[in-house]
């Protein structure tokens, strides 16, 4: 969720004598304006479209009333703003308009920053909140600066955001001797609304003043109370517009050459593809969205990690068709920090093929599945009913002729949401199913199929629905060969040869299934407290990982949350929170995996500085991962705390600086890190940062490898004293010509360096005493012989032209490096770098041009 925030429209000003004549009555309010109270305003059909030009002088703003009555709600609440802001609502049979004055004073410290479409600058805003369905749940918002820098984002669930929206719209923007004008023209086909004569559409017009950071809204928009898209006004007078079925196609070609890895070395390949985004309106509320070989070469790399936990490691979507409109197929069960996992996690579709490691040639392996097509269908009924329906194909992929590396697979999701009780309350199911075809070389290795489904309700009450209750329940099956099962059970999510548990290991099924169920009680607003209660549960044979994501089950728990928010200024902040987080988590038989909990505070000074930190810890419990599948393992307390600043976003150079530490095994295992950053802005059009961040972690026992078969009296699980250093320095560099021309550069260099000592093995693993858990282990060999010198480079240099309004040219060139084979164990800071620097680049150029146009 953003912490910026919502909508935007139209005011006034047009000649330079109208726009006197307003400067004169600017402390008056003219006869059409509304109350300060109101939330309603009024919307003109206008005959004569008005000229989107960032004027506003044409007859249509004449005639439209002006809204007035903003009222500030950042830092303070419903108190009178600083500037007055003016709006005006006009529409024809395919546009809505919105003109929006922001009165200033003094219009030379308008901030007004260029940068690329979609990205969020220290500037002055207008944003624009349209709840086209009246359901309020939902909205889309239209945002702007006034240097002419477009946002949009899709609302839903009252409060989250869908960043990835993009809609074809237009706005122009002037700055003038009052202050700024932003003119907007919202094509209808943009908006999904229901099929009748007379609407009534929710709206909101939000302003943001840069350098003092206030924020005023119509109507006025309540931080202290739950929801966004519920506390909307209303714009009435819009009838007798069309629901047109809304035909856009977007054709794009592909041109890329790319390194290749062959054996010992590197030849190039050049590759020309060919494909389309189609977007169809199947009804006044539905929507079907379709990409015919979808490319996204412009997509920015995944920032360089070495995972040596046990469990997968989670990425991002950052592909455009998957992230756009996604959120209604979201079922989310496992949330920490705001970042939130569940059902569905598109990465999946087209992911890395699983059987790489069956090629002789390594390099030869693609690095991504092909997706022949998708296609999802989204919207919402009249009667309060929200549907997401997704499918996609990738296709098999081979390594020469013989070699299947990943079969031809069909992703399917559906989600349903019902909203009751004028969505205060709620009830849902989603339905997911894989079907992959198997030859007889994958069938021992890969799932066959996975299927979930589940059910979930919300239901808010009390004093201005601040409230809310929610649950959910999910059942999963997955089928396959008896090897592909017994691999299933036997991975790091379930671990069902774990000795001394009372789960059985059946190396002869060929299916497996589980559920899991939730329950949480929350306070949103209201007052100065917030808080959360919620409990889990998640049988041992619960599977999701075809299409979604989690990375243990067989276990079970309550959480809570408590916090204090002091939103108004006072005494030296401007904003004050202070979090009490505490957790219970067991395995399902009852062991003791985490008793804690911990207290941090986050505060942003009134010069506009921002500070965090926290201190907490678990007492004593067990690991039952830490083995990879072997015994329970004790684990002593813990501690954890960190630290944090930024500097004021107004100023052209901004410091920021994030620490940690942990301590834990009494001391012999610790881990700190340290990442100083920097935000430059040289120019209105220019900015950059740069970021360091340097971690040192010293494991006592991290894991090595097991020798024997888990679950054996004579299973070897062996452990090492690590010390591994990280250095990892991020780049970015931006540069706007224009709203619609942009180059964009991000580079990583990253190096990642262990070294191993103390080879042991565990033979008392529930020993009170930590030393005494352990014993030397010498069968293995030199624990040197496990050290690694870890180095990766990454980087995107992307030109985005958007040459015509939906319609964009990419110039990309990306580049990687890697190397692993110098210098183990010993870390070289700089030294590695210029290593790095010296291995083979693999380069990518690629030109992908789409031209959109509607039908």
Not at 368 to 382: C, D, H, M, P, Y
Not at 388 to 410: F, H, Q, S, W
Not at 505 to 524: C, E, F, H, I, Q
Not at 734 to 760: C, H, I, M
């Amino acid at each position: 969720m953003t912490r910026s925030f919502f909508l935007v429209f139209a005011a006034c000003v047009a000649t330079p004598a109208a726009a006197q004549q307003l400067a004169r009555r600017a402390d008056a309010p003219a006869a059409t304006t509304h109350p300060v109270a109101a939330t309603i305003a009024t919307a003109v059909r206008t005959s004569s479209s008005p000229q989107i030009d960032g004027v506003g002088n044409d007859d249509t703003w004449q005639q439209a009333p002006a809204v007035d009555g903003f009222r500030q709600f950042d830092p303070k609440e419903d108190v009178d703003p600083t500037f007055r802001t003016e709006a005006r609502f006009a529409y024809d049979d395919r546009n809505l308009y919105v003109l929006v004055r922001a009165f200033d004073p003094n219009p030379d410290s308008i901030m007004a920053l260029l940068s690329r479409r979609d990205e969020r600058t220290q500037s002055d805003y207008i944003r624009v909140i349209v709840d086209s369905y009246h359901d309020k749940r939902t909205g889309y918002q239209f945002m702007v600066n006034p240097a002419g820098v477009k946002r949009d984002i899709y609302l839903y669930n009252d409060t989250n955001e869908d960043v990835s929206w993009d809609a074809v719209w237009d706005v122009k923007t002037s700055i003038d001797s009052l202050g700024w004008l932003a003119e907007f023209r919202i094509p209808l086909s943009q908006l999904r609304y229901p099929k009748r004569e007379s609407h009534t559409f929710g709206v909101a017009v939000h302003r943001e003043v840069g350098r003092s950071n206030e924020r005023s809204s119509w109507p006025v928009w309540r931080r202290s109370q739950a929801g966004l898209a519920s506390q909307l006004g209303e714009v009435h007078g819009i009838v007798g517009i069309s629901s047109p079925r809304r035909l856009e196609v977007m054709p794009y070609s592909v041109q890329s050459n790319a390194s290749v890895s062959r054996a010992n070395d590197f030849a190039r390949t050049q590759r020309g593809t060919m494909g389309a985004d189609i977007k169809y309106g199947l009804s006044s509320n539905l929507t079907l969205d379709a990409a015919i070989n979808p490319d996204f070469g412009q997509v920015e790399a995944d920032p360089s990690v070495l995972n040596l936990s046990a469990f997968e490691q989670f990425f991002g979507e950052q592909r455009p068709f998957f992230l756009e409109g996604t959120g209604i197929l979201r079922f989310d069960q496992d949330c920490n920090d705001g970042q939130c996992t569940g059902l569905f996690y598109s990465r999946r579709i087209g992911r890395a093929p699983q059987l790489g490691f069956l090629s002789p040639s390594a390099g030869a392996v693609p690095t991504s599945s092909t997706i022949l097509g998708a296609a999802k269908v989204t919207g919402r009924l009249g009667n309060g009913l929200s549907i997401g329906i997704l499918n996609a194909v990738t296709d098999r992929e081979m390594v020469g002729d013989a070699v299947e590396v990943e079969p031809m697979t069909n992703y399917f999701v559906a989600r349903l949401n019902q909203d009751l009780r004028g969505g205060r309350s709620g009830v849902g199911a989603v339905l997911t199913a894989v079907n992959r075809q198997l030859d007889p070389t994958a069938e021992p290795y890969l799932r066959s199929a996975g299927y979930t489904a589940g059910i979930d309700a919300r239901h808010r009450f009390g004093p201005g629905g601040n409230l809310s209750l929610s649950g959910s329940a999910v059942g999963s099956v997955v089928r396959g060969s008896a090897e592909a099962i017994a691999a299933t059970q036997r991975s790091s999510v379930h671990y069902y040869q774990r000795p001394g548990d009372d789960i059985e290991y059946d190396p002869t099924r060929t299916d497996l299934s589980g559920y899991a169920v939730n329950v949480g009680l929350n306070k949103n607003g209201g007052g100065i407290t917030r808080f959360y209660t919620g409990g889990w549960y998640k049988s041992p044979g619960l599977e999701i990982n075809d299409v979604g994501f989690m990375t243990n089950v067989n276990n079970m728990g309550w959480s809570n949350w408590f916090a204090l928010v002091f939103q108004e200024p006072k005494a030296f902040y401007r904003r004050l929170q202070v979090n009490f987080n505490q957790w219970n988590s067991f395995m399902v038989d009852g062991t003791n995996t985490g008793v804690g909990g911990n207290v941090n505070t986050n505060i942003t000074f009134k010069n506009m500085w921002f500070m965090y930190a926290g201190i907490g810890g678990e007492r004593a419990s067990v690991c039952g991962a830490c083995l990879r599948g072997g015994p329970y393992l004790n684990e002593d307390a813990n501690l954890n705390t960190w630290f944090g600043f930024s500097g004021d976003s107004r100023k052209n150079i901004v410091p920021g600086l994030s620490t940690w530490y942990n301590r834990r095994d009494g001391g012999a295992s610790f881990n700190y890190g340290l990442n100083p950053y920097i935000n430059l802005r040289v120019a209105s059009r220019l900015s950059g940062q740069v970021g360091l961040t340097y971690q040192k972690n010293i494991d006592d026992r991290q894991w090595i490898r097991n020798f024997g078969v888990a679950g054996h009296d004579t299973t070897h699980y062996t452990v090492g004293h690590l010390a591994q250093q990280t250095l990892n320095l991020n780049t970015r560099i931006n540069f706007t010509a224009s709203p619609t021309l942009s180059v964009q550069f991000y580079a990583s260099p990253f190096v990642s360096v262990g070294e191993y000592s103390d080879w042991r093995e565990v033979t008392a693993p529930r020993h009170a005493q930590y030393a005494e858990r352990y014993r030397p282990f010498s069968a293995g060999g030199d624990p040197g012989d496990n050290d690694f010198n870890f180095k990766q480079f990454r980087s995107n240099l992307v030109m985005r032209w958007e040459y015509r309004p939906g319609s964009t040219l990419f110039l990309v060139w990306g580049q990687g490096r890697e190397q692993a084979d110098r210098d183990l164990g010993n870390f070289g800071g700089f030294r590695d770098y210029q290593n790095l620097f010296s291995s083979h680049p693999a380069n990518t150029f690629l030109i992908k041009a789409s031209y959109w146009f509607s039908l």
